[in-house]
């Protein structure tokens, strides 16, 4: 559960950046607090459903186009932790 947490919020930050917004910006448009997205961010917040399409919307994507960025980041990072292995031996 952590690490999709972690992989939501990464998700969350990098589409946030991408359209040059603060976390107070984001959060201003979600209708949520500055911290509670930083939470987000920083997977140490699990978002109810509601919370997922405000944040969703905001971004200006649908709730399954924001999990399938989500799923994305996840498999490169699953790819890029096994790369590291790799290395590692």
């Known amino acids: 559960m952590d ?6 919020g990464l998700t969350v930050r990098q589409l946030r950046e991408a ?4 976390q107070e910006a984001l959060a201003e448009k979600a209708h949520l ?4 997205v930083g939470d987000v961010e920083r997977g140490n917040a ?3 459903l509601v919370t997922l ?3 969703a919307v ?3 994507l649908k709730i399954s186009d924001l999990l ?3 799923e994305k980041l996840r498999g490169h990072q699953i790819v890029y ?3 590291l292995a790799a290395i590692a031996c």
């Open 68 to 70: 399938v960025h989500c």
């Open 19 to 22: 359209r040059g917004w603060s």
């Open 46 to 48: 699990v978002p109810s």
């Open 81 to 83: 932790n096994l790369n």
């Open 3 to 8: 690490k999709l947490c972690s992989s939501f």
């Open 53 to 55: 399409e405000k944040i």
């Open 33 to 36: 607090n500055r911290s509670y």
């Open 58 to 60: 905001a971004l200006g």
